[in-house]
């Protein structure tokens, strides 16, 4: 209502740090969590475009309140609460990237969950994105550059730019949730400009104000026109505690402490450092099989045992052992066993040895033990 001196400051700040850099001109939907930036981006585009529907993608995560929820896709978040769900999103496959090593970009490829090629993979998704878009009814398709929560899943290197097109040809909106990947974390301020994707919104949280809860949700400045309504007095989308002062100040430093410290560009060098070292383990250790992948300081080592199947309990030990040799790291990917690892940027090469080193360990000693359940009856 009385919008302070620093929320102004912030929203220009990622005017500029965004849209600015891209050619044009952002306005900023403020929040607290980043699921609330997603449902921000959502209403957008339903205003803007008049269309209901919502495209998202298998492995999906936007984070758990009633609309973020529909667009995401792992079953455990939805199922307890399905019957409070509208529904109103349709999920295409996430392609992945093939196993090719480091790309020029930066980028890599996946392991035992690599698709049939970058150029295969995103033919076949295109194929399926057009048939739902073709209702007609879709107004945004929200999309991770690399799925975070989904088990650090890279795609190919052309599918963003084909899902650019794609929802631009039939009439929808791009959304970008660069919630997990924004703020220099894959080598990039915004992980889109690996592939010089533009989108329509884009969605950030998380390092956006290092350790705050600040979210926002930026679009570009003729869609937010075009979507809200000048206010006559009540705001149709508001919250008590959005652009709180704190967190702004928070924000402006954190953009301005990632430039002082060059650290984009430094994940995008310490996360080949980081990948180089994960392959390094190698790719079989007693009846495990492992996989590296990843962009910038956002990595995954995905664990499979022999026949495919996730080792998801080998995963949770390893991830017990770092603990208590004092390394943080989170389980990811639907199956949780996919070892997450998204360093602070500022973390020094003799840290990150160490961690790969105690990795090392850790997934020797997982490898020596018998697995107690059985078989998955679901390959990954
Ligand atoms: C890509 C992505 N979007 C949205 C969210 C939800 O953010 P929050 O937990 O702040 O609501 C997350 C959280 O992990 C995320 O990784």
């Given at each position: 209502m009385h919008p302070h001196p620093l929320k102004a400051e912030l929203a220009r700040a990622l005017s500029r740090l965004t849209y600015g850099r891209w050619g044009a001109r952002g306005k900023v939907i403020f929040a607290s969590a980043g699921f609330e930036a997603v449902e921000a981006a959502l209403k957008t585009a339903l205003l803007a475009t008049g269309?209901?529907?919502?495209?998202?993608?298998?492995?999906?995560?936007?984070?758990?309140?009633?609309?973020?929820?529909?667009?995401?896709?792992?079953?455990?978040?939805?199922?307890?609460?399905?019957?409070?769900?509208?529904?109103?999103?349709?999920?295409?496959?996430?392609?992945?990237?093939?196993?090719?090593?480091?790309?020029?970009s930066g980028g890599s490829g996946s392991g035992a969950l690599a698709g049939s090629g970058g150029d295969l993979a995103t033919a076949a998704v295109e194929r399926r994105l057009r048939q739902v878009l073709s209702s007609g009814r879709v107004g945004a398709v929200l999309v991770e550059p690399v799925q975070g929560r989904g088990g650090i899943r890279v795609p190919p290197p052309d599918f963003l730019s084909m899902v650019r097109r794609v929802s631009e040809a039939c009439g929808a909106l791009l959304v970008l949730d660069e919630i997990y990947?924004?703020?220099?974390?894959?080598?990039?301020?915004?992980?889109?400009?690996?592939?010089?994707?533009?989108?329509?919104?884009?969605?950030?949280?998380?390092?956006?104000?290092?350790?705050?809860?600040?979210s926002a949700c930026v679009g570009r400045a003729e869609v937010m026109d075009a979507a809200w309504p000048e206010s006559t007095g009540e705001a149709i989308h508001t919250s008590t505690f959005l652009g709180h002062p704190v967190g702004c100040a928070m924000a402006l430093a954190q953009i301005a402490e990632i430039r002082r410290l060059r650290l984009v560009p430094r994940s995008e060098r310490l996360g080949r450092l980081l990948r180089r070292g994960l392959r390094g383990l190698g790719r079989e250790w007693g009846g495990l099989r492992l996989a590296a992948r990843g962009l910038g300081l956002m990595a995954g080592l995905e664990l499979c045992r022999r026949d495919g199947c996730p080792a998801t309990e080998e995963t949770l030990a390893v991830i017990k052992s770092l603990l208590q040799e004092g390394w943080l790291c989170l389980p990811e990917g639907e199956a949780s066993n996919v070892i997450g690892f998204t360093p602070p940027l500022t973390i020094s090469e003799r840290q990150l040895e160490a961690a790969v080193r105690a990795v090392g360990r850790a997934v020797a000693d997982a490898a020596g033990k018998r697995p107690v359940s059985g078989g998955c009856t679901r390959r990954p």
């Open positions: 269309r209901p529907g919502v495209v998202a993608f298998e492995g999906a995560y936007h984070g758990l309140g009633y609309g973020a929820l529909n667009a995401t896709h792992r079953g455990e978040f939805r199922s307890p609460f399905r019957r409070q769900l509208r529904e109103f999103a349709r999920f295409v496959p996430f392609p992945l990237a093939a196993e090719d090593g480091d790309t020029a990947t924004g703020f220099g974390r894959t080598g990039r301020w915004f992980a889109c400009e690996h592939a010089g994707v533009v989108p329509d919104v884009i969605c950030l949280g998380k390092a956006l104000a290092g350790g705050f809860p600040l």
